[in-house]
Every structure is written in structure tokens, then in C-alpha cells.
T-cell receptor, first 114, second 114 residues
């Protein structure tokens, strides 16, 4: 079956612009995570969605970052007024609900802020 | 909060030799532990996971890891390295009280020497 997909695969933007990154989780997976992978910070948790519950936003680095998940499926991560330090690979993962369930990762979106 | 330590960002191993990647964790609760592999320009792929069953866990591609509570370790091994094992490897611990989000180590870039 289809895995986690993300779009675009690459995004180059100018400082100060807004960007939207999209994640399509595996069908039937109720949990969805966003992580950021950067040279300086490694892999960091950003935000978590589970079903219709309020998202866990505790990993978002600033209020320029936001995310939503529509209909319990597709998720969009939005970065407003991008800064050069936002340059990173943004990874999305999904899993079934149980604590021990494996998180399956998408290929990521490489964001470059000029 | 959970955390993971991986020492040695770059690891060189000869083809056919033992692969050993070390992972030590810190967790206030019984941990769930994971090893992921990342090939160039791809997302993370699960190698294996420990979820409080057998302490010796076998994964894909001939890898295995042993959970040692007394040493707070979860080292990854493969008896004989293959050229296709060249990739980056991440150890991670999940936080069951924190929505199961993963905390990753800094990763080991494995180079296989012919």
C-alpha cells in the first residue's frame, strides 16, 4: 500500500515569505507527527495530531509555525515570514494509535530559505 | 524527559566486518526504543524496535539490537557489513506520556570501506 507522502519534495523561498508543506499519512493512521531535521539541531519533534484531539504543539519553535489537519487525514505545516534558520528537511510520520506502534516516515520536504 | 546519546557521528567499517553502533538512553519510564536508517535523500525507515518484549530484537537487513536496562543501552549490531549498509542510523526513544513522540540521537553516518 501507499506510504506517507509529502509535497513539495523541495522548496526554495525568499526570507520573509510564507510556505506551506503538505503531508498525506497512511490511510487509517490516526496519529500524525511533524519533525524537523537540520544540521545543527538533528531531528526535532514539532507537532502531533491524534484523531480529533487538540494537537500537541509543544515542539513548535516559534509562533511563526502552525499546522492543521483536516478531516483527520491530510496535514499542512505553515511557516510564516520564513527565516534562514528555518532551512531544514521537514519530515512527516504517521502511525496507528497505540503507544508501541511504529511511526512511518515520509521522504520529507527540503526547505531552503535564501 | 527522554533523551538518546549516540557517540561518533561518522563510523567507518570494512566490508565484511562487524557493525556496532552505540546508543544510550535516558528515560524516566520504561522506554520504547527504535533504530531507524536513512538513505540519501530518503525518509527514515524502521530497522527494529524494542517494546518491552524480548530484550534481543532482530530487525531487517541482518541487524539486531539488545536492550540492557542495567546499562541503559540499546546498541545496534550486524555481524558482517555490506556496501549497501552505508547510510545514516538514528537511535530513538519514545515518550509514552508525551504522545509517543520520538526523541532522536544525533545519528551515525556509516561508511563501508571495500
Amino acid at each position: 500500500g501507499a506510504g506517507v507522502s509529502q509535497s513539495p519534495s523541495n522548496k526554495v523561498t525568499e526570507k520573509g515569505k510564507d510556505v506551506e508543506l503538505r503531508c498525506d499519512p497512511i490511510s487509517g493512521h490516526t496519529a500524525l507527527y511533524w519533525y524537523r531535521q537540520s544540521l545543527g539541531q538533528g531531528l526535532e519533534f514539532l507537532i502531533y495530531f491524534q484523531g480529533n484531539s487538540a494537537p500537541d504543539k509543544s515542539g513548535l519553535p516559534s509562533d511563526r509555525f502552525s499546522a492543521e489537519r483536516t478531516g483527520g487525514s491530510v496535514s499542512t505545516l505553515t511557516i510564516q515570514r520564513t527565516q534562514q534558520e528555518d532551512s531544514a528537511v521537514y519530515l512527516c510520520a504517521s502511525s496507528l494509535a497505540a503507544v508501541t506502534d511504529t511511526q512511518y516516515f515520509g521522504p520529507g520536504t527540503r526547505l531552503t530559505v535564501l | 524527559a527522554q533523551s538518546v546519546t549516540q557517540l561518533g557521528s561518522h563510523v567507518s567499517v570494512s566490508e565484511g566486518a562487524l557493525v556496532l553502533l552505540r546508543c544510550n538512553y535516558s528515560s524516566s519510564v520504561p522506554p520504547y526504543l527504535f533504530w531507524y536508517v536513512q538513505y540519501p535523500n530518503q525518509g527514515l525507515q524502521l530497522l527494529l524496535k524494542y517494546t518491552s518484549a524480548a530484550t534481543l530484537v532482530k530487525g531487517i537487513n541482518g541487524f539486531e539490537a539488545e536492550f540492557k536496562k542495567s546499562e541503559t543501552s540499546f546498541h545496534l549490531t550486524k555481524p558482517s557489513a555490506h556496501m549497501s549498509d552505508a547510510a545514516e542510523y538514528f537511535c530513538a526513544v519514545s515518550d509514552p506520556a508525551g504522545n509517543n513522540r520520538l526523541a532522536f540521537g544525533k545519528g551515525n553516518q556509516v561508511v563501508v570501506i571495500p
